[in-house]
């Protein structure tokens, strides 16, 4: 029953801004950590951020120059990463991903997917 559902992709300019969402149900986002990750074509996937059950965010260093931040909205159940000042090196299918309470940077350990959304930053 735990699911994520993903939304805020598409088409953006070099320099714009894009907030994706992440919105749980099974579940509530003050016991799971939610991550985000991208891969874009023929690259390996990489962790982003990461948002712990208690709020707090870690940086995984993307390779991007895009600046990025991580927050959530108890209320809705949703977490969102909000992404400014957008690369073409950004360019990627985004997902969220859910686990117990904490983050970490390896995918294998999220057993909760959201379906991806495509990210496309033109130059």
């Known amino acids: 029953q735990l699911q994520l559902v993903q939304s805020g992709g598409g088409l953006v300019q070099s320099g714009g801004s894009l907030r994706l969402s992440c919105a749980g149900s099974?579940?509530?986002?003050?016991?799971?950590?939610i991550a985000w990750f991208r891969q874009a074509p023929g690259k390996d996937r990489e962790g982003v951020l990461c948002?712990?059950?208690?709020?707090?965010?870690?940086d995984y260093n993307h390779s991007g120059q895009g600046q990025f931040t991580v927050s959530r909205d108890i209320a809705k159940n949703t977490a969102y990463l909000q992404m400014d000042s957008l690369k073409a090196e950004d360019t990627a299918m985004y997902y969220c991903a859910a686990r117990r309470n904490f983050c970490t940077p390896r995918s294998r350990n999220y057993y909760t997917w959201g379906q991806g959304t495509q990210v496309t930053v033109s130059s």
């Open positions: 948002i712990r059950s208690d709020g707090s965010a870690i």
């Open positions: 099974g579940f509530t986002l003050d016991t799971y950590a």
